[in-house]
DNA sequence: TTACTTGCAAATCGTTTGCGATATA
DNA sequence: TATATCGCAAACGATTTGCAAGTAA
């Protein structure tokens, strides 16, 4: 792996995020201090730097990558209002790998814990507004059956 | 909701099966019934049948959407090697978004949990083979560094 | 009869890839 | 100098959508 102004911008700015950003997300932020970088280019990169586990594609829902610039695994929150991202401080449950071995004939080699809730901004946003953000419309509809 | 032919066949195989099928996967199962039904029909009415909460759209990573008969949430399995998505008859486990909700300012509402590991099949085909699946590449990789 | 649903094809979205040009080691 | 990487645009796979025709209630 050779190193390029634009692999070595994007990897400083994914460093610099506390979120974990799509690629696109990236691409415009990057695009600040390249203008002239691609999205392709973009793409590659994540793609090079995360083979090389020097940075982490989450295993997120959604129909976005994300990706994180910290390569332990830890669990995320998911915004279900605005799709934003973010770290959960809770440590690994290897136990739960052990529990689901005992009732699977899969050989459980892992597991992926995604917490999913409102982030302060939406949860503020949505008080005030009686919106009919995805969390709302969830209590709609249980509402109804 | 009105019933049609095409919404009632393919509610029927969903039912019948006990994997997670992809809205593909389903297309050509229904089409064995229904020659002339379109993939664009099996999209419509697996959005308009999950919005109903009749089905379940399994939040399953990867790029394809998988759905699921069962609506009672629960959790799930998924083989590295060939994406198949098996159920995992653990109960669900509420304290986990207790201990979520201490440690971050997100209003946490659920989870979603999802195992990985390797499927009979492929666990069997794997050691026969020697082959570079995702799990053996794993290994290669943990192993370089 | 009304309006939900269909089949078809084109459009869209996120991502990947082929190419000839550029830049790093 | 050799080749990894680039920018661009076209290709791709999954999903959605517009439309005119068909069908359930």
Redesign the interface.
């Known amino acids: 792996m050779r190193e390029s102004r634009q692999r070595r911008i994007l990897l400083e700015e994914l460093r610099a995020l506390t979120s974990h950003p799509t690629a696109n997300e990236l691409y415009e932020i990057v695009r600040k201090r390249l203008p002239r970088i691609s999205l392709g280019t973009v793409y590659r990169n994540l793609q090079v730097l995360s083979a090389a ?1 020097v940075i982490q594609e989450i ?3 959604g129909t976005q990558k994300r990706f994180d610039g910290v390569t332990e695994s830890h ?1 995320h ?1 998911r ?2 209002r605005c799709g934003r991202v ?1 770290d ?3 440590d690994a ?1 290897p136990s ?2 052990r ?2 071995a005992r ?18 901004d939406c ?1 503020r946003e949505c008080e005030a507004t009686e919106c009919l953000c995805p ?1 709302n419309r969830r209590n709609l ?1 249980a509402g109804r ?1």
């Open positions: 586990g295993d997120a829902t669990y929150v915004c279900l973010d959960i401080p809770v449950i739960l790998d529990l689901a009732g699977s004939n899969y050989h459980i080699m892992g597991h992926r814990l995604e917490f999913t809730g409102m982030c302060p949860a969390v509809h059956s």
